[in-house]
């Protein structure tokens, strides 16, 4: 099988890192896996740490993009059509020249095409089952960003959201598997003329968290985990510190925000230390920080496909306060799984879980369950990999 993916799935620290690196690792039980990511250098930590999984990971040079060479490369997809936010700036000519050599020299039983941008090399093997796996519905982000901006960022992104379901329609009906990681965006892309769409839903390493107490509520910390390169990450970290916990702690004064996650800009940095707010940057391991936490926020309003966090932190034995949008995706059921409530009562939810202890201990111990039951990655990803061979014997 040869893999494309926009980045070297490693380290662990990002949901779609997460997501590609156990899907592969549960392939390559079957598939000799060989996967092209774009580079600026090589990456010999994480090409071994794959090979340790079975995996061949070949960084491919790429030259670096500054933000003119990002504006003209804009500039042409909107002339061609083609979106560029989450499709068309992954796209790199020398991954698209090395597949192309790969797929001749080795044909392929298998290409997968890790995300939508994967689609947009043009590659079509006559010999080879093409199998693509997406993580999000990437119209419906780019359109809850937009929702989000005014003026001509607005109309952007707009036009990008009508581009990317151009994209995702073409897609849709363009491969011989799809990977779909929720009920919603299975229906979503069968409707776009998917013929062979499968639910592959994000996971979770339940072994990695064995060790934690179960259904633990205890201290007053709130952690919020999540990449701040990605803009709802850092929107609803930025919710959390400023408007939900000042409310917390007038009545539990005792209440901190952990805000755990690489890459936080320069209005949470200025938030570190100050009033109960951590803000640890990328971290080596976040099971430590899910250990001593009381409890999980995810006070996402954007976004899509379903979130790791949550999966993780139920998986640790840990009570969830999500919005509605945090939570989408995962079959998970309010008041028995985890906590769901609007922004505008946030604050109330978190204090109720703080100040209950005993019903934390019960949707903490009942998501756990559910978690290890339905949403461990050996059992994912075992799916994943009947699909693509019976594709392949089809």
């Not at 020249?97 to 039983?109: C, F, G, K, T």
């Not at 920080?289 to 993780?312: C, F, M, P, W, Y």
Request: with cysteine.
């Amino acid at each position: 099988m040869l893999a494309v993916s926009s980045e070297m799935p490693w380290p662990l620290t990002s949901g779609g890192h997460l997501r590609t690196f156990h899907l592969l690792r549960s392939i390559a039980k079957r598939f000799r896996v060989h996967l092209l990511v774009p580079a600026l250098s090589g990456d010999t930590e994480g090409t071994s740490a794959l090979a340790r999984e079975g995996i061949r990971a070949e960084a491919v040079p790429t030259t670096a993009r500054g933000p003119l060479v990002d504006a003209l490369n804009a500039s042409r997809c909107a002339a061609s059509g083609r979106a560029y936010v989450m499709y068309g700036r992954h796209v790199h000519e020398s991954v698209r020249r090395r597949a192309r050599e790969v797929i001749a020299d080795l044909s392929p039983a298998v290409l997968y095409l890790d995300h939508l941008d994967g689609f947009g090399y043009g590659l079509r093997p006559e010999r080879s089952v093409v199998a693509l796996d997406l993580h999000n519905v990437y119209s419906l982000i780019a359109e809850r960003l937009a929702q989000e901006q005014s003026g001509l960022r607005r109309a952007y992104l707009r036009r990008e959201a009508r581009l990317l379901k151009r994209a995702e329609r073409s897609a849709a009906a363009g491969v011989d598997v799809l990977f779909a990681v929720s009920r919603q965006e299975v229906a979503y892309y069968e409707t776009l003329g998917g013929p062979n769409v499968h639910l592959v839903p994000n996971g979770v390493d339940c072994a990695a968290y064995a060790s934690l107490p179960d259904g633990r509520v205890r201290g007053d910390l709130i952690v919020y985990v999540g990449s701040m390169s990605w803009p709802p990450n850092e929107e609803a970290a930025l919710f959390l510190a400023t408007t939900v916990l000042p409310q917390v702690r007038r009545q539990r004064p005792n209440a901190r925000l952990r805000i755990v996650g690489k890459s936080p800009g320069a209005e949470l940095r200025a938030l570190d230390g100050r009033d109960g707010i951590e803000v640890t940057g990328e971290v080596p391991d976040v099971i430590p920080h899910l250990e001593e936490a009381a409890l999980l926020a995810v006070a996402l309003e954007s976004g899509g496909g379903t979130r790791l966090k949550i999966l993780e932190a139920l998986a640790a034995g840990l009570p969830v306060v999500s919005t509605p949008v945090g939570a989408e995706g995962l079959d998970l059921e309010a008041g028995v799984h985890l906590v769901i409530e609007e922004r505008a009562r946030f604050a109330d939810a978190i204090t109720g879980v703080l100040t209950d202890r005993a019903t934390g201990t019960r949707i903490a111990r009942s998501g756990r369950a559910l978690v290890r039951r339905v949403y461990d990655w050996s059992a994912i990803g075992a799916s994943a990999a009947d699909a693509l061979s019976a594709a392949v014997r089809g």
